[in-house]
């Protein structure tokens, strides 16, 4: 495994060639690939070249590595994610975290499509992942590499605080209030049924998805500074005979918010220090 994380961190390193290469990387979920077009003088590597990188087949993940500029600071994009419920094995979901620790990177931004589980919660709102809630293979599970990170690492405060103060003081100028609360994320690819989603509320959750929280169990495990959101795009709360979950759907309402998510991460990336 470490020397499959080498040989493809060498080989994005030849392609990036003389460029800085970025501290800070943003992982795109379901329809959030627009925020790509916002990076300036893009460098646009396709999953397919990349060695022991694999494909993703999920709807609305484009597949795609960018180098460029956000906000004044180099930044490395992930347009699209890999995802256990495709059959890859939680190795393979959150190997290009590995390669982004070995390339530099000390902050994470991850962003998703989720399901309201909170009842205050509308589509369209942008929740600020607080904390969150596994209940899908932990990707840490086998041997520790110990040149990564300990045996046990602690998750008491997975989330950056810093950052997401940064992200409400944001949105304020944008003239948007953020949600802020718990994700849960399942194996998928079945949508939850509605004693599962009670059963998300009466654990402490406020979205429901199927996907970040492996990248983000890695990355704390790398030492990385972490942020992250999730865009709502159903109201999973809504217990009504009509209320039916569509994935099509999702990826429409995730493409309606892109816009104003891609402006905030923007102003977010804008504003962290510079040695971030």
Known sequence: MIRKIDETAEYIRQCVG?????????????????VADRIKNPLTIPYAGIPNFVRPTAIGHKGNLIVGSLGGKDVLAMQGRFHYYEGYTMQQVTFPVRVMARLGVKTLFVSNAAGAVNPTYRV???????????LLPNPLIGPNMDEFGPRFPDMTTVYSTRIRQIAIEQAGLMGETLQQGVYVAGTGPTYETRAEYRYYAAIGGDAAGMSTIPEVIVARHCGMEIFGMSIITNQSNDLSETCLNDGDDVVRQANLAAEKMSTLFERIIANLPVTA
Do not use: E
Not at 18 to 34: D, F, N, T
Not at 124 to 134: A, C, F, K, S
């Open 18 to 34: 003389g460029r800085v290469m970025p501290r800070i990387a943003v992982v795109l979920g379901s329809g959030l690939g627009l």
């Open 124 to 134: 369209g709102d942008m929740m600020v992942i607080t904390d969150h809630i596994n």
